[in-house]
């Protein structure tokens, strides 16, 4: 379970089935409670295909430019 106590000011978010919560402080930090680890690989696996995805556009607007 990736589960961190912190005692700063929260705001709680619902992300589809994963519950997480992102503690406000000295920049953001995302704390993932209830979460097993195939949840975690495919959560990270579509985050990176979107950095993915994004670096091709921006790579295409220089090329275009």
């Given at each position: 379970?990736?589960?961190?106590?912190?005692?700063?000011?929260?705001?709680?978010?619902l992300?589809?089935?994963?519950?997480?919560?992102r503690?406000?402080?000295?920049?953001s930090?995302?704390?993932?409670?209830?979460?097993?680890?195939?949840?975690?690989r495919?959560?990270?696996?579509?985050?990176?295909?979107?950095?993915k995805?994004?670096?091709?556009?921006?790579?295409?607007?220089?090329?275009?430019?």
């Open positions: 379970m990736y589960k961190y106590n912190m005692t700063k000011k929260r705001e709680n978010y992300s589809k089935d994963i519950e997480w919560r503690t406000v402080s000295y920049g930090v995302v704390i993932f409670e209830n979460i097993d680890e195939k949840k975690m495919r959560l990270v696996v579509k985050e990176l295909k979107n950095y995805v994004l670096c091709v556009r921006m790579k295409n607007q220089e090329e275009q430019a």
